[in-house]
């Protein structure tokens, strides 16, 4: 139900280019973070059945990670106050997981 209120009022009140540019510049973090997930757990657990191989390991997955980077990067330098504002909003979700969490426990 929040995330349809919320969604709707993202609808409302931005352009499409701004509701496009914020959901790409939100979802690239997160792709480069399960990216360094197959490194993390190459290295932590290599004992671990591998169902896929990655193709290029470990070139491609860094080459990735760094060109995460740069888009994210580029649109710090290239519109700072929308990207922060994104950052910021994503970063709201650590505060909500956490009384979410401590309410699940109950």
């Known amino acids: 139900m929040a995330h349809t209120a919320l ?17 790409i510049l939100g979802m690239w973090p997160f792709l480069a973070l399960a990216v ?25 997955p860094i080459v ?10 580029s649109a710090l330098v290239a ?7 994104g950052v910021a909003f994503t970063l709201l979700g650590i505060p909500v997981y956490q009384v979410w969490k401590k309410a699940v426990r109950r």
């Open 79 to 85: 519109r700072p106050l929308t990207t922060l504002a």
């Open 7 to 23: 969604a709707l009022v993202f609808v409302w009140s931005r352009t499409f280019e701004q509701l496009t540019e914020a959901f």
């Open 36 to 60: 360094a997930g197959v490194i993390v757990l190459r290295l932590t657990r290599p004992g671990l059945s591998r169902p896929y191989r990655t193709p290029g390991y470990p070139v491609v």
């Open 64 to 73: 990735f990670i760094a060109g995460t980077l740069w888009v994210v990067g």
